[in-house]
């Protein structure tokens, strides 16, 4: 979970998806410490941030940009 966590974090450094990187610190820190109750919760943040990057990436983009 630490390793996926940092390596999404660096991917998201490339388009300073700042909101996003802290949460994969957030799991980083909480896999880390072995509190695997908190990924629940960390991880509804992580898909609605990565949502809400996705709309914003779109938008940015124009018309045509969604590919999923």
Excluded at 8 to 18: R, V, Y
Excluded at 25 to 32: M, Q
């Amino acid at each position: 979970m630490r390793q996926a966590a940092q390596a999404l974090k660096d991917s998201c450094s490339h388009f300073g998806a700042k909101a996003l990187m802290g949460i994969c610190t957030d799991i980083e820190r909480a896999s880390r410490a072995g509190e695997i109750a908190k990924f629940s919760v960390v991880l509804d943040r992580l898909l609605s941030e990565a949502a809400r990057m996705r709309q914003a990436l779109e938008s940015w983009l124009g018309p045509g940009a969604s590919r999923g």
